[in-house]
């Protein structure tokens, strides 16, 4: 177990830029969720795969955010068009749900985005 | 639609004392309820679940919480609290019948003072 795994740490971009974020699941999790946190702020979803679909997203992700999770493996979040309310923690978090709705999120340190 | 509370920013407390970080939530059905801990520079890492059954639910670290249905309550509690256990405290809770996210409160900072 070597954890979830996001990179860069953190991210400089000017507005109007186009940036894409990785995440590396724990090998064996089935669920991957990306959400997002400023400061003072809990976690707000975005969006989460069930292996390499994506079955739910926040009326919060606009059509500037997509997310993939090709094979089931790694996940990417790319935000075009930036604006400086991006600006924000962008966390990853995987699962392995095996139903019931209980399981547990192992989280990612999270990829720090500053939009100038 | 499903939201938590966590109605204090701060809390302080001395260290050897016990400790009470409060929560309420608000769901349409059956509510899973979670906490999780953020240390500094450090994702957010789970404490423990609710899912159903007795209302107190032991953790890790120490840490345990009580479910209290009627209040709409999951406090986080520990007997004794440690200088470490100072940081960021998070309530989360599912509903499935929103969906499968979870949603998360704002967070409560925890201080323990020498």
């Known amino acids: 177990d070597t954890g979830v795994s996001q990179n860069p740490r953190h991210k400089i971009t000017k507005r109007g830029q186009n940036v894409t974020f990785r995440c590396d699941p724990i090998?064996?999790?089935?669920?991957l969720y990306w959400y997002r946190q400023t400061l003072g702020q809990g976690p707000e979803f975005l969006t989460y795969?069930?292996?390499?679909?994506?079955?739910?997203k926040s009326r919060l992700l606009s059509d500037r955010f997509s997310a993939e999770r090709p094979k089931g493996s790694f996940s990417t979040l790319e935000i075009q068009r930036t604006e400086q309310g991006d600006s924000a923690m962008y966390l990853c978090?995987?699962?392995?749900?095996?139903?019931?709705?209980?399981?547990?999120?192992?989280f990612g340190s999270g990829t720090q985005l500053s939009v100038l | 639609a499903q939201s938590v509370a966590q109605p204090e920013d701060q809390v302080n407390v001395a260290e050897g004392n016990p400790l009470t970080v409060k929560c309420t939530y608000s769901v349409s059905g059956n509510p899973y309820l979670f906490w999780y801990v953020q240390y500094p520079n450090r994702g957010l890492q789970f404490l423990l679940k609710y899912i159903t059954g007795d209302n107190l639910v032991k953790g890790s670290y120490g840490f345990e919480a009580e479910f209290n249905k009627s209040q709409t309550s999951f406090h986080l509690k520990k007997p004794s609290a440690l200088v470490s256990d100072s940081a960021l405290y998070f309530c989360a809770v599912r509903d499935l019948n929103y969906g499968q996210n979870f949603v998360f409160g704002p967070g409560t900072r925890l201080s323990v003072l020498p």
């Open positions: 978090a995987s699962s392995l749900a095996q139903g019931g709705g209980y399981e547990k999120l192992f």
């Open positions: 090998s064996e999790h089935n669920r």
């Open positions: 795969f069930q292996n390499e679909a994506q079955l739910e």
